[in-house]
């Protein structure tokens, strides 16, 4: 997964969640970020969702996941 960037410095977007998907904190070095809330945030927690959405069908019929076409990551 690629690295966000902002005015050419690399942004560290973060996340504590717990197991069952509760998310306790989350902050971004952008500039919406310093109010705990921006973009990059939402993208992680979206390819996050995306990601185990994914490995649990892959986990149902994992003939059609173990392409190298069909690979996510």
């Not at 504590?16 to 990059?40: N, P, Q, Y």
């Not at 945030?41 to 986990?59: D, F, Q, R």
């Amino acid at each position: 997964m690629g690295k966000p960037f902002y005015a050419g410095e690399l942004l560290i977007p973060w996340i504590i969640a717990e197991k069952d998907r509760k998310i306790v904190a989350g902050h971004c070095d952008c500039m919406a970020g310093l109010g705990d809330t921006c973009s990059h945030i939402a993208s992680l927690l979206w390819a996050i969702e995306c990601t185990v959405v994914y490995n649990s069908s892959c986990h149902e019929s994992t003939a059609d996941c173990d392409t190298k076409e069909n690979s996510l990551l």
